[in-house]
């Protein structure tokens, strides 16, 4: 089983920050510190940071719901938080989002090689195409634009970078101080890319990365989304409200992979779980009650607006969410509909649950929660999970104090680290230079037909 944590370079959650054992220190680098050393002393496979790149209007046209609760913002640069946290570690796997919207690839390419180098292959991207209209107009744009507009540009986006890490070869490097010799000019080229989005001369001013290419991470739901993680993801991250849901995802996603001439047994899938762990059930359900009552609607619906993109505030609070075309977040959406029509819930209910929601129904016992686990593997709806904090840095805590044991009990997680890059700990094989060729390709078959 692999286990990542999902962590804001900000506020935890929706109202993670209210909770009388949260820590407040966000904007310190001691706060990622001690989070990464709890995280490497459990033997996490990787931290993950997700990001966005404007404080949310989605609640009312307004950024006041997001400030007022905390919900999306503040939202540190996830890219220097996973540096903090890389240099006080020594085997665990850091991933930070970056968007292929509002960033370049070869800016994109040298900032990852170099954190690939510099923690000896622990670096991973997780791959977003933006999802609010608040990103858009940061940078020059009304709107965001339409879906498949951005994963056209994410496509082109994955394989100029893959092209650039490629540039150099394993070999280019001699630095033969007798002869003179640095390195080979014959074995780095230009990638000489002009394309619908880019145009990029390459080399990279960076040698071949130690994992080959860093893992990518995807979290995509929507069949765009999908296509696009059976293509370039190594890592799936996602979102499910029930077992039976998260059983056919995994099943359509490994068919989509093999599809696409990749081996599905190199592509992890990573639900979420917000795990809250108590003495017994009793216990595990009155700390997840206390955390409830922190949590206004008004709240719970900001974080979810900012979620799917969508005004909420255009309907009948008191009434039914409707089918809505356009969304920002696909996963989320689908399973906010899965729960509020299961339990007939109005917009305004659905605000408390979504503002303190326990992905995995994961709320229990260590025993319980492992059995869910083990359940959930069993079922081939996982290959581990991304834990999810109610608060940190205690709830991660909690989890390796309480949780990992019970799962080294089964045998189901390591005891100590054996390989020292990412895709050791996921195993994951290296990529051979050129693998992007085929999945570029692929992209370009698919086009056309």
Not at 60 to 76: E, I, K
Not at 223 to 240: E, K, L, N
Not at 274 to 281: E, L, M, R
Not at 298 to 311: C, F, Q, T, W
Request: hydrophobic share 40%; glycine share 8%.
């Amino acid at each position: 089983m692999h286990l990542a944590a999902f962590l804001n370079a900000g506020p935890q959650g929706t109202v993670g920050w209210r909770h009388p054992d949260a820590g407040d220190g966000f904007l310190d680098a001691d706060h990622y510190v001690r989070i990464a050393r709890v995280l490497e002393d459990a033997c996490f496979d990787l931290a993950f940071v997700p990001d966005s790149l404007a404080v949310p209007r989605s609640l009312g046209d307004t950024f006041d719901p997001a400030v007022r609760w905390g919900t999306g913002t503040p939202r540190l640069d996830p890219l220097p938080v996973i540096t903090v946290m890389a240099a006080v570690t020594r085997h665990l796997g850091l991933a930070a989002t970056v968007s292929t919207g509002y960033h370049e690839p070869y800016n994109l390419a040298r900032t990852f090689a170099t954190l690939d180098h510099l923690t000896g292959g622990r670096a991973g991207w997780n791959v977003v195409t933006s999802f609010q209209d608040a990103e858009a107009q940061n940078f020059g744009q009304d709107a965001l634009p339409g879906r498949a507009a951005r994963y056209d540009r994410a496509e082109e986006f994955l394989e100029v970078t893959t092209r650039l890490w490629d540039s150099w070869s394993d070999d280019a490097l001699i630095r033969d101080k007798q002869s003179g010799t640095f390195g080979r000019p014959d074995e780095v080229s230009a990638i000489d890319h002009d394309g619908a989005h880019f145009r990029v001369r390459g080399p990279l001013g960076v040698p071949r990365p130690p994992q080959g290419y860093p893992v990518v991470i995807q979290a995509g739901a929507s069949p765009s989304g999908r296509d696009f993680a059976a293509r370039w993801a190594d890592v799936i991250f996602c979102s499910h409200e029930s077992l039976e849901s998260a059983v056919d995802f995994a099943r359509d996603i490994r068919a989509r992979v093999a599809a696409r001439g990749r081996d599905p047994e190199q592509v992890r899938i990573l639900p979420a779980a917000t795990t809250v762990v108590g003495s017994n059930a009793d216990d595990a359900r009155r700390r997840h009650e206390e955390f409830v009552d922190l949590v206004a609607p008004e709240a719970g619906l900001s974080r979810m607006a900012y979620h799917v993109n969508v005004d909420l505030t255009a309907y009948d609070l008191d009434g039914p969410l409707p089918e809505l075309e356009e969304v920002g977040v696909e996963g989320h959406y689908r399973e906010i509909l899965e729960f509020a029509r299961r339990e007939k819930l109005t917009i305004r209910e659905i605000g408390k649950w979504y503002g303190a929601r326990t992905e995995g129904n994961m709320v229990g016992s260590p025993t319980e929660i492992a059995d869910t686990m083990e359940r959930w593997l069993d079922a081939g709806a996982a290959d581990g999970f991304m834990i999810q904090a109610t608060h940190v840095p205690a709830a991660f805590q909690d989890f390796a104090d309480e949780v990992v044991p019970e799962l080294r009990r089964r045998g189901l997680v390591r005891t100590s680290y054996s390989g020292t890059t990412l895709r050791d700990h996921l195993g994951l094989r290296r990529p051979e230079p050129g693998e992007w060729r085929a999945r570029a390709e692929s992209t370009r078959a698919e086009a056309l037909s």
